[in-house]
């Protein structure tokens, strides 16, 4: 009796993962869909703080391209920036564990930056603190519009309570009108704004990045089957 015990429970234990150790893509994809309006072209205008003649003359304009991006569990967006002041790419991620986003940003000079953050509504605030110049440096991310969004950057040095402005980004997605609404196909993969047709066994669906299209054509039964479980958990939510 004693040996039969024992037997079943090395089965249970050798089964059974802990809830912490199993990999939260869910939670990840959950966190980013927020950002899906981001998911697209850009093109954006650069101000920095200063007198009338001072944001005249370091006034710049960049692009942005955001995707999705998939790799076995893990999830992430990634953005690209072409003529930019500051940077060349970006990375977002959700931390579950620790329930915060990371943002990581590679400048110019081919230095990453990584910062943390939280959400408030539609507003991303990511701070990091910059040792070797005794400051602590904040990225704001506000999403205004499906089609409009701003970010800034401020620093604060140690020496100083309240953080000051550099500088200011709008940006402005490319080709959709201002004000359109979303009378328009649903991504399959990520749920936002589907703008790329997709098939599947004579059926056409709908995707919003080339990231979602590849994780798409690389198993597409898997993302069809998330696809409708999410819809029915919404219409279940949604009925309640």
Not at 57 to 83: I, N, P
Not at 141 to 151: A, D, V, W
Not at 191 to 209: H, S
Request: net charge positive; hydrophobic share 30%; glycine share 8%.
């Amino acid at each position: 009796m004693f040996r039969l015990i024992v037997s079943c429970l090395t089965v249970l234990t050798v089964g059974f993962v802990p809830a912490a150790e199993k990999p939260n893509k869910e939670a990840s994809r959950e966190a980013l869909r927020v950002f899906n309006d981001l998911i697209g072209s850009w093109r954006a205008t650069g101000t920095p703080e200063g007198t009338r003649e001072e944001k005249q003359r370091g006034f710049w304009t960049e692009s942005m391209d955001w995707q999705w991006q998939f790799k076995g569990d893990d999830a992430w967006l990634k953005v690209a920036f072409a003529k930019s002041k500051y940077f060349t790419k970006a990375e977002l991620r959700y931390l579950p564990e620790k329930k915060q986003y990371q943002l990581t940003l590679t400048t110019n000079a081919k230095e990453a930056l990584t910062f943390t953050g939280q959400r408030e509504n539609r507003v991303v605030t990511f701070e990091r603190d910059d040792t070797k110049k005794h400051e602590t440096q904040r990225l704001v991310i506000t999403l205004l519009h499906s089609n409009r969004f701003l970010y800034r950057y401020e620093i604060k040095p140690q020496s100083q309570a309240a953080f000051t402005r550099l500088y200011q980004v709008g940006a402005t997605k490319e080709g959709v009108p201002f004000g359109q609404g979303d009378g328009r196909p649903e991504c399959v993969v990520s749920g936002g704004l589907g703008r790329i047709q997709v098939k599947y066994k004579g059926e056409t669906y709908y995707v919003c990045c080339t990231g979602c299209r590849d994780a798409f054509n690389d198993d597409p039964e898997k993302c069809l089957k998330e696809y409708r479980e999410r819809k029915k958990k919404e219409a279940e939510e949604n009925g309640r």
